[in-house]
């Protein structure tokens, strides 16, 4: 139960208003095991004027609902994905908004849409759940430990890998991570010869079993200030075979007839997005890969069209190690928070 009272009056309901010539001096808020203090007041008027600001907690459950409808922007397909109905959904969002006092989002038949207040939620309810989950991750997994060897394409999230392996380090000081990053066709030899315990690299690299983790357009790039326009042969800047991007980009180009000509042969992508930027050729990267300097060949090219790539985690299933299946969840979890 809770209560106001003031210096001169009887303790009284919290529902109860209080009036009076004479205003209260001091305004307690009580409940069974603490006693807040709020600002005195000194003018003569109607108590109630006096706002007593009371702590106001939000689920985890409610923003992981409203974070979902968000990203969604369907309260049908936001409970498919965190188990609850379209009703359960709508109950959840209509508390929150309470508890708030501020509509999260703007509903027609037709549409929804995030309200201004509902874009700030967003913002903090995004790092609310990452801490909590990443907290739940750090004191749930299982207590892993020793050396783990990781074979990575060295475009594999090039911007945020240092940050999430630093991350990773921070939150499992017992696991000890051996970076390898190469070119695919490097990596699975490794793999195979039990040399890396896991490996990040294109699907197409590996003829074995293994999970995708993401998928993105290929392109064809060109340097930012090269032309060739008027080429009749089309140069090209490749990996060595057999390079899966450079089986692509030369059948490609044999099935529509096109001369080209094989000018600068890398042994990285950072050596081929170099060899593009300076003007040697064209070339065939993830669109993850293209960086400054680097555009996309010119329509009028007329270039053959492109397939999908994806990046796969290769493991030996049959071998158990924790280290390894506790960095592959932490990867996962990040990469998810990406899309």
């Known amino acids: 139960m809770l209560f106001l009272a003031d210096s001169g009056s009887q303790n009284r ?50 923003l992981r609902c409203f974070s979902e409808v968000a990203k969604t922007g369907s309260f049908t397909k936001a409970g498919e994905n965190i188990g609850l109905t379209q009703s359960g959904v709508s109950v959840k969002i209509r508390r929150l908004e309470e508890r708030l006092s501020s509509q999260i989002f703007n509903r027609t038949s037709k549409s929804l849409s995030l309200t201004h207040e509902g874009e700030i939620l967003l913002d903090y309810a995004g ?27 060295d475009y594999f999230l090039p911007e945020i890998l240092p940050v999430l392996l630093s991350k990773f380090r921070k ?65 090209l800047v490749l990996l060595p075979q057999p390079c899966a991007f450079r089986k692509i980009a030369t059948d490609g180009l044999n099935h529509m007839k096109q001369k080209w000509d094989l000018q600068f042969t890398g042994t990285s992508i950072t050596s081929i997005q170099a060899a593009v930027q300076a003007g040697l ?9 293209l960086k400054e ?8 090219l007329n270039l053959p069209e492109l397939p999908m790539y994806s990046i796969g985690l290769i493991i030996d299933e049959q071998k158990e190690n924790d280290a390894r299946d506790v960095f592959i969840s932490y990867l996962e979890a990040e990469i998810s928070t990406l899309k």
Request: aromatic fraction near 4%; include cysteine.
């Open 293 to 300: 300097g680097l555009k996309r060949a010119p329509v009028h």
């Open 171 to 235: 939150q499992y000081p017992n696991i000890h991570l051996k970076i390898h990053t190469d070119i695919g066709i490097h990596l699975i030899p490794l793999f195979e010869k039990g040399e890396l315990d896991l490996v990040v690299a294109g699907k197409d690299s590996y003829h074995g079993k293994s999970r995708i983790l993401i998928q993105e357009p290929l392109v064809w790039v060109v340097g930012k200030d090269t032309d060739i326009s008027f080429q009749k042969t089309i140069p």
């Open 127 to 153: 790092r609310i759940l990452a801490v909590h989950d990443e907290a739940v991750s750090r004191l749930t997994q299982p207590k892993a430990s020793g050396e783990l060897r990781v074979g990575l394409i």
């Open 13 to 62: 309901d919290v529902n109860t208003p209080l009036y009076g010539q004479a205003c209260c001096h001091l305004i307690l808020l009580y409940d069974k095991a603490n006693i807040m203090q709020i600002n005195s007041c000194h003018t003569n008027h109607d108590c109630l004027s006096c706002i007593i600001m009371i702590n106001i907690d939000l689920d985890i459950d409610m």
């Open 281 to 289: 050729g064209l070339s065939i990267l993830p669109q993850g890969a």
